[in-house]
Every structure is written in C-alpha cells, then in structure tokens.
C-alpha cells in the first residue's frame, strides 16, 4: 500500500473519530460540567463566553445577539449548584421582565427553563413557582399560530457545542497524530510535519469560538504549538535513541572456529552525531580468535573514530581477552545523509587470512538506521525548551526559598 492511501486511510479514521466523538460527548460534556466540582469553573467561563458575546454584538450593533447573550446566561444560572435561591429569585424576576418584551422566545425559552426545573429541588416553593411560570410561557406559545417563532440559541448551548466540537477535535487529532507517526515514520518523515499541522490546526479552530481576546488565542496556540512540538521531540529522543539488541556472530565460518563475536551497536544516527559525537559499537569475544576481525562502512560518509576522535580502523586482534570489551565510534562526516535518499549505514566485519581480507555473509552485517533531519531537529528544540524550562523552575524555587529566609 503506498503512502499516499495509507494517509488517506488514517485522515479517515480520524473523520470517523470525531464524528463518534462529538456525536455522543455532548451529553457527557454537559452531564460533567453540571456536576458540584465544576459548575463555578463552568459558570466563570459561561460569563466570560456572555461578555465576549456582548462585547460582538455591540461591535456590530446587534441588540438582539447582546441581549440574547445576557438573558440566557441568567436563565443558565438558574441551574447551577451552589447559586443561592436569592439569586435565582432575582434571575426569575428578570427573565420574567425582559421575555415580556420579545414574546417570539417563549418556546424557547420554555425548553430551557424545563431543563433547569428538575435542580430546584433544594427549593419547592421556588420550584412551584418556575414551574407554573413554565406553563405560563407554554399556553402563551400555545395560544400563538407559531409563525415567526425563531428558534435563539442560548449562550449554555454555545458554550456545550463548542466544548464539544473542541475536544472532539482534539481527541481525533491526536488519533491523526499517533497513526501517522506509528505507520508513516520509517516511510516519510514529512508525513509528521504534515501530520502535526493538522494536529495545530484542529485544536487551534475550536479557540476561535472558546477564547474572547486575542491575546488569549494567541497564548493558548503559543502553548498548543509547544505542547506538540514537545511530544515529537520527546517521542524521536526516545525511539531514536536506543541501542538495538546484540548480533550474536558465530565465527566457524570466518576462519574461527570455536569463537563467537556479540556486537552491540546503535539502532540510529542521527544529526547530533556527527564527527567527535559519535554513537559507541560495542563488541565482545567469546572464544580464541585465530585471525584478526576488523571493521569497515559500506558509505564513505561515515568513519570509525577512538574514544579521543582519531579515526582509525577498527580491528579485533587474536589477544583480545575475552572479558573485555572492544570499543570504537561511528560517525558521519557531516550531516548530508541525513536529508539524502538514504535509510541506513552498514558495518561490515571481515577476517583477515593469508590470501587477504573476506567480507562476513551479509546476515552478519550491522544495520543502522539514519534519523531524518526534521527528527534531530526536533529533538534538539525539545531539548533546549527543556534546559530553558529547568533554568526558569530553578530560578523560580529559588527566588521563592530566598524569599522564605527571616
């Protein structure tokens, strides 16, 4: 399967998740935001989200958006833990007053008040009284032939659609994200750029309708764009940085019998590695050896190096003790196969006999994998994001403890 339909599959799946999603997280995002711990966190945000609203339709000079806005908060309000019935008492009396003034929201505004009877049972003589006051509001929408009733939807409604919509978002973008770093990785590392921009903007979207300021949507894509440029870095500093398990080489058929070779090597080289930087090859012989082994690279872009960055070529002699590691260092010239078409870098053991040098069967061969670019430089700004984040928390305890001091 090529790339291409494999994305395409992927960017499916993710359409799938977010309409499962926000087709049936609706209720629960409303049944956890009614809830005691979050209905003030709730009801901050619903104000917010009121004057945002306010502060649009004023800008463009629509009195029914602005009142609409601040009604609908007030009958929300009435729904919420925690409000004292004084203050529901006085929201009543309000929606009372202003619903006489735009009679076209009685079915409307029926439907939401049904909504919020069911929580005033802290109450009964209030909840009478919403209640007959519901009836009031359905015979008048009764008595009315229903033309130009216009559904208005409330600010409680928004702020659930968008939360919604929001998280969906989120959680199918990264769905889109895993897969495409899970199954595109190894294929085309540009695929997770694409990937993660798609990421950015799914969870960027939804902040248009949640966040009123602009400095606010600009701090929170600030902190979205980080987040994700963390994970990647994260994600390539640990699954590029491990060592791959030992190839265990028996020597019978390299002119060694009796003897084995277990050579444990990097599983990845990348842009961080070049020249004095390189990843150690670690190799033990178990046995005698009756030749020499000796180490070569199939690319002449790559050199051996010692621990004090001679280059050098590797080579096992038949004194090496047999409980003492052989160690040396690969590393790239520069850092040109890193945006190549290349994907790996062999070494190549080979003894050395009296006719010359024989290369091991290709089965004995090391094969280690090259990090595209766009990994390294996501590693590296992981890193640093990191060593400025630890500067800043140690600054910050610090300046805290010395505040402490009598």
């Known amino acids: 399967m090529t790339t291409f339909l494999l994305e395409l599959l992927i960017i499916l799946a993710s359409i799938g998740s977010f309409s499962i999603l926000v087709g049936g997280s609706r209720q629960v995002v409303r049944a956890v935001l009614s809830g005691k711990h979050f209905n003030k966190l709730y009801l901050q945000y619903l104000k917010a989200t009121t004057k945002h609203e306010f502060e649009a339709a004023s800008t463009a000079k629509n009195p029914d958006r602005a009142w609409n806005s601040i009604f609908y908060e007030k009958v929300y309000e009435l729904g919420i833990s925690g409000v004292l019935y004084a203050t529901r008492e006085k929201n009543l009396d309000y929606i009372k007053e202003e619903a006489l003034s735009k009679p076209y929201v009685s079915r409307k505004l029926a439907g939401e008040l049904i909504k919020v009877l069911p929580k005033q049972n802290g109450n009964l003589s209030f909840q009478a009284k919403l209640a007959c006051y519901i009836c ?4 008048l929408t009764s008595d009315r032939n229903g033309s130009g009733t216009q559904p208005i939807k409330s600010i409680h409604g928004i702020a659930i659609d968008h939360l919604t919509t929001a998280i969906s978002a989120w959680l ?26 798609l990421l950015f903007v799914l ?11 602009f400095l606010a949507k600009l701090t929170v894509a600030g902190t979205i764009g980080s987040v994700i440029i963390l994970f990647l870095g994260v994600f390539a500093t640990i699954v590029h940085g491990g060592t791959s398990l030992p190839l265990e080489i028996d020597l019978n058929s390299y002119q060694n019998p009796g003897a084995k070779l277990s050579i444990r090597s990097p599983e990845w080289l990348s842009v961080n590695n070049v020249e004095c930087k390189g990843k150690k090859i670690s190799v033990i012989v178990s046995g005698k050896l009756v030749t020499p082994i000796r180490f070569y690279v199939n690319d002449d872009r790559f050199y051996f190096v010692n621990k004090d960055c001679g280059e050098i070529i590797p080579q096992l002699e038949v004194s090496q003790p047999e409980t003492q590691a052989y160690e040396f260092y690969i590393a790239p010239r520069d850092i040109s196969p890193f945006s ?56 910050l305890i610090n300046n805290f403890l010395n505040k402490r001091k009598p």
């Open 203 to 213: 969870m960027i979207v939804p902040l248009l309708n949640l966040i009123g300021t």
């Open 172 to 197: 199918a973008g990264i769905v889109y994200l895993l897969l495409s770093i899970y199954i595109l990785d190894d294929l085309h590392p540009v695929w997770v750029a694409i990937s993660s921009f």
């Open 340 to 395: 190549s078409s290349t994907v790996d870098v062999k070494v190549i053991p080979s003894y050395v006999s009296q006719l010359g040098e024989v290369e091991f069967n290709s089965s004995a061969k090391l094969k280690i994998k090259l990090e595209h670019w766009l990994w390294g430089l996501l590693s590296n700004i992981y890193l640093g994001m990191g060593t400025v984040g630890g500067t800043i928390l140690l600054y």
């Open 136 to 139: 009031e509001l359905l015979n």
